[in-house]
């Protein structure tokens, strides 16, 4: 379906979404997580090196709502694998002057994902993507962050 969005979600808003999370973002992030399931729309996006699943694996345990919910979109193959790529060094600069560090791998795998991704969109709630880091990303890769409440139009 040529008409579908591919979205890269952050741990954080699975995390809230199950109620494992910031509580202030819980209703956001679980109806995102049923639109996902719900419309044929949206795709969750994964990386070929399967970074971001493991962190969801070791994160979301067994019988929490985003396990159950990673399992559904499995089985109704809405996840998308996104082949992993570096960023280029001037971008990688930028990020690290503006205090994102990529080395930690934590953020930098859903910021790759997202750059690969049709959409490049990024759904995430985590402060390391400040106003300045956001910038970066939307010139230099063309992805935006947005909250759960935004993701879903």
């Known amino acids: 379906m040529s008409n579908q ?19 202030k973002h819980y209703k956001a992030s679980y109806e995102l997580m049923d639109q996902m399931i719900r419309k044929n729309t949206y ?4 990386d070929s090196r399967k970074k971001i699943q493991t962190q969801y694996s070791q994160q979301l345990r067994q019988g929490t709502f985003g396990n159950q919910w990673l399992i559904l979109m ?15 060094r001037g971008t990688t600069t930028a990020l690290k002057e503006a205090h994102f560090d990529s080395s930690a791998r934590e953020d930098y ?25 956001q910038k970066i990303l939307r010139k230099r890769l063309k992805v935006s962050v947005v909250s759960a409440d935004k993701a879903c139009p």
Not at 109 to 133: C, E, F, I, M
Request: glycine share 4%.
């Open 5 to 23: 969005i591919d979205l890269t979600v952050d741990i954080c808003v699975l995390r809230n979404g199950s109620r494992i999370g910031n509580p």
């Open 43 to 46: 795709l969750l996006c994964i």
């Open 74 to 88: 499995a089985s109704k193959n809405k996840m998308t694998v996104v082949k992993w790529h570096h960023l280029d």
């Open 109 to 133: 795998k859903y910021v790759v994902t997202a750059a690969g991704s049709k959409a490049r969109v990024l759904v995430s709630y985590d402060p390391d993507y400040s106003p300045r880091v």
